[in-house]
């Protein structure tokens, strides 16, 4: 069964401290990997998709990487507006759906 | 532009009643998805349609669940005889393509049914 898992479920950081969150996947033929945020009440929004292993995407403080069995989330110089729930999802089914994680929920204090 | 649109945001039913949640894509998508999110749980995957046509309904319950994407207008999810553990966050997403590139997600309706 397709299964994707995210790590830690739940991470505090200070303003400035710098961290990763872990998406590891369990996918038969993965077709894509995806990074979405999702604020309290709202839909996922959109960041990233990475579709080959060594494959790396930014967008302002984020930095996402895929290895063969799991994908990397970067956070530089978090900012209070960067908190949110984390999800990633493997593309599968043929390419019809989306698999996802549980999510890491990510705090940032002043 | 305007994005994917879900509507009503805020959905309470009484248990047996029917619940019809309807999704915009965005301009341009023939691609439509529906996603449940139940509290505490991660999205679960529920059916896929283009235009007129269900491609894959490999995650809606068997019974009282059923979705359409006609030819016109928004695509519907329809939930018959609503029991409290379909309580939860529904969401639409839309792509212009089959989702091997971006999927755009709508702000979701969240159900309630007491």
């Known amino acids: 069964e397709d299964q994707v898992t995210q790590s830690p479920e739940a991470l505090r950081l200070q303003e400035g401290e710098s961290s990763s969150l872990n998406c590891s996947y369990t996918?038969?033929?993965?077709?894509?990997l995806f990074w979405y945020r999702q604020d309290p009440g709202k839909g996922p929004e959109f960041l990233f998709t990475?579709?080959?292993a060594g494959e790396e995407k930014e967008k302002e403080r984020l930095k996402a990487t895929l290895t063969k069995k799991e994908s990397f989330l970067h956070i530089t110089a978090p900012k209070p507006e960067d908190s949110a729930t984390y999800l990633c999802?493997?593309?599968?089914?043929?390419?019809?759906?989306?698999?996802f994680g549980t999510g890491t929920q990510l705090k940032v204090e002043l | 532009n305007a994005g994917v649109m879900q509507n009503p945001r805020h959905l309470v039913r009484r248990r047996g009643q029917e619940a019809r949640l309807r999704c915009s894509p965005m301009?341009?998508?023939?691609?439509v998805y529906w996603y449940r999110q139940l509290p505490e749980e991660g999205l679960k995957f529920m059916v896929y349609?283009?235009?007129?046509?269900?491609?894959?309904e490999s995650g809606m319950p068997k019974e009282r669940f059923s979705a359409e994407f006609p030819k016109e207008g928004p695509s519907i999810l329809r939930i018959q005889q609503v029991v409290r553990g379909d309580s939860a966050a529904y969401f639409c997403?839309?792509?212009?393509?089959?989702?091997?590139?971006?999927?755009?997600f709508g702000q979701g309706t969240r159900l309630t049914v007491v």
């Open positions: 301009k341009g998508h023939s691609h």
């Open positions: 997403a839309s792509s212009p393509q089959p989702l091997s590139t971006e999927a755009f």
């Open positions: 999802a493997g593309l599968t089914g043929g390419g019809n759906k989306l698999t």
């Open positions: 990475l579709y080959s």
């Open positions: 996918v038969s033929g993965l077709r894509g």
């Open positions: 349609l283009q235009k007129e046509n269900i491609i894959d």
